[in-house]
């Protein structure tokens, strides 16, 4: 489908979505009522009107959405799909994490560790603890490491409010954290949740670097909005 197909396609309420530029703008529509069809013709609309693909950034959740999200670019401006930044947001976070990693004092190829690695991290801590079946708690501490950073909860926060709730299991989660990230910390690696943290602590904290994303990308689109934190 060209672009002009795409267009005539669209209903008059996708079309005002595509068509408008005055600022932010939240779509709001139900499962399967083409919001991500708009989004994507709004992106070739977008490169039509003379806006830089590379200076385009689209963020949605899964690895599957940025892909179709790609693929649908693609076939509207051919040659385009590849420059635009379409990313998940983790992998947005590890793009600029990359970009900026002196600013953060991590190399520029920091590993990244998954739920596997995580585990394997936390089951360590455990045996290094003396904690006599570490494997029944391994789980549930990795969950709330990746809770914790999700509210971007520090080990220090995380043991104050353990510590007031007089809890063992939390105490121990807490010092776990503490010692997870220390070891992250040693190995130059960052986990999923801080390719996340890392990014907001990033842009918050370093008025420089955020002028500069913010002057460089001259339009942000998101999918999947409603599954933000
Ligand atoms: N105006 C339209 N006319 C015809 N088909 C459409 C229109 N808008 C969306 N679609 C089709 O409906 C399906 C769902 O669209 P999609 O953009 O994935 O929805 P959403 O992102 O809201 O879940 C897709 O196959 C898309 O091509
Ligand atoms: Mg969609």
Known sequence: MTLEESLKSLNPQQLEAVNYDAGPCLIVAGAGT????????????LIADGYHPARILAVTFTNKAAQEMRERVEALVPGAGK????????????????????????????????????????????????????KKEISQIVSL????????????????????????????AAEVYRRYEQKLKEAGALDFGDLLVKTVVLLRDHEDIRNYYQEFFEYILVDEYQDTN
Not at 34 to 45: M, Y
Not at 102 to 124: E, M, P, T, W
Request: proline share 2%.
């Open 145 to 172: 490491i990746s809770r914790a950073k999700d509210d971007m909860v520090s080990p220090e926060t995380m043991m104050q409010s353990a510590t007031a709730s007089g809890l063992d299991f939390k105490i121990r």
């Open 83 to 134: 420059k635009v930044w379409i990313h998940t947001f983790h992998s947005f976070g590890v793009r600029i994490l990359r970009q900026n990693a002196q600013a953060l004092g991590l190399s520029r190829d920091f590993a990244i560790y998954d739920d596997s690695d995580q585990k394997k991290v936390v089951s360590l801590i455990l045996e290094q603890m003396g904690i006599k079946d570490p």
């Open 34 to 45: 083409g919001k991500t069809k708009t989004l994507t013709t709004k992106i070739a609309k």
